[in-house]
């Protein structure tokens, strides 16, 4: 399998990536006051894949929520939450096999779509009036 991991990563090339659906909503503002903590979630699916000869196109929802807890109640509150589908197009040589996809769907293709996500998560909190949350870079990723 690592051998034929390795002869897919040297192939392939991203060729295109956009986001296919976005929404977000905005709950309610942050007050410090009565919630002093906040939480921040980031979550995806697992990607969908199809290939048609050297084209590889994967689907992958995120999810990122921000909710805030007060010190006496341990209810969460809902501060923000963004829901978008990128899509990834790649050219490869390689054929993608659902064994490959497991392992590049959680270790190449959140790297691929984390600047996309960074921008847009960014760019929705200020259209939503919160203040702006930047994500750290991602520089590698375990799955």
């Known amino acids: 399998m690592e051998t034929k991991y390795k002869a897919l990563i040297s192939s392939i090339e991203i060729e295109n990536i956009f986001i296919e659906?976005?929404?977000?909503?905005?709950?309610?503002?942050?007050?410090?006051?009565k919630y002093p903590?906040?939480?921040?979630?980031?979550?995806?699916?697992?990607?969908?894949?199809?290939?048609?000869?050297s084209k590889l196109?994967?689907?992958k929802n995120v999810v990122f929520k921000i909710d805030s807890k007060g010190l006496k109640n341990t209810k969460k509150t809902k501060i923000f939450e963004l829901n978008a589908v990128f899509t990834v197009v790649y050219n490869t040589k390689e054929k993608m096999t659902d064994e490959l996809f497991l392992i590049f769907d959680k270790k190449n293709v959140p790297i691929n779509i984390h600047p996309y996500l960074r921008e847009i998560i960014y760019n929705a909190m200020s259209r939503a009036?919160?203040?702006?949350?930047?994500?750290?870079?991602?520089k590698s990723f375990q799955g």
């Not at 009036?129 to 991602?138: A, C, D, H, R, T």
Request: glycine share 4%; no cysteine; charged share 20%.
């Open 129 to 138: 009036g919160l203040p702006p949350v930047v994500i750290p870079v991602l």
């Open 21 to 33: 659906e976005v929404s977000f909503k905005r709950h309610s503002f942050p007050d410090p006051q």
């Open 37 to 53: 903590e906040l939480s921040v979630n980031i979550a995806s699916s697992k990607g969908k894949y199809s290939q048609s000869k």
């Open 57 to 59: 196109t994967i689907n």
